[in-house]
């Protein structure tokens, strides 16, 4: 592990089902990103929290919900997703916001059925 | 908006040549160039990066060029080995905006033995 935890590493779930990505890093950085990563596309910025505040957010969909309670720990809340949602949701942290040094989780594959 | 073009999509080399990717960036205020590499099945993973003020950085048998009047950098991969074949990313930062990255596509790079 790099210091980056992300669980769970896989989900299946229903359209209608309510379900939350976690992240956790133990750098003590202070940025914190949500990435989408889909077959042959480029990895898609979706959120980006520094010191807990969300500083940017992607046009993501209102299904996606970020939360973010302390500067060690983001959520990513899933409700109502559609199948093309479906993608490994990669979890990553900075010590300063501006991507230096970004350290990725291992992501959580998500299939949407 | 800002985008990274990277090329090629794929590339396959035999082992101990050289293989080179090359990117270009649309955002001026863009100052920071990170490239990762992705096993199969793995997280991404910062190998090297560059900053707006150098031309060029090396470590060990990899090494970036950036050439910021032409808005693009490049990855030299030099005396290539099977274990370097995995997806190359490049991305550059969102300078406007507190610098988070924005990615290329990717290169899968094979390296036969």
């Known amino acids: 592990e790099t210091g980056v935890t992300q669980t769970p590493r896989h989900l299946v779930m229903g359209m209608t089902n309510k379900k939350s990505l976690k992240c956790e890093q133990h750098?003590?950085?202070?940025?914190m990103y949500w990435y989408k990563q889909s077959a042959k596309k480029p990895l898609e910025l979706m959120f980006v929290?520094?010191?807990?505040?969300?500083?940017e957010n992607n046009s993501v969909p209102s299904r996606f919900s970020p939360e973010c309670p302390n500067s060690s720990h983001l959520f990513l809340h899933l409700h109502t997703l559609q199948p093309e949602d479906s993608a490994l949701y990669l979890c990553a942290s900075s010590q300063v916001i501006g991507g230096y040094g970004y350290t990725f989780g291992s992501g959580t594959r998500l299939t949407v059925v | 908006g800002e985008n990274v073009e990277q090329h090629p999509s794929t590339l396959s080399v035999q082992e101990g040549d050289s293989a080179v990717i090359k990117c270009t960036y649309s955002?001026?205020?863009?100052?920071?160039f990170p490239w990762y590499k992705q096993e199969l099945g793995k997280r991404p993973q910062l190998i090297i990066d560059i900053r707006s003020n150098v031309g060029e950085k090396k470590d060990q048998r990899i090494a970036v060029t950036l050439n910021k009047t032409a808005k693009h950098f490049s990855l030299h991969i030099t005396e290539t080995q099977p274990e370097d074949s995995a997806v190359y990313f490049c991305a550059a930062s969102k300078g406007g905006s507190q610098g988070n990255l924005i990615f290329g596509k990717g290169t899968k790079l094979s390296v036969k033995p």
């Open positions: 750098l003590g950085h202070n940025a």
């Open positions: 955002d001026s205020a863009s100052n920071y």
């Open positions: 929290y520094s010191l807990e505040e969300r500083v």
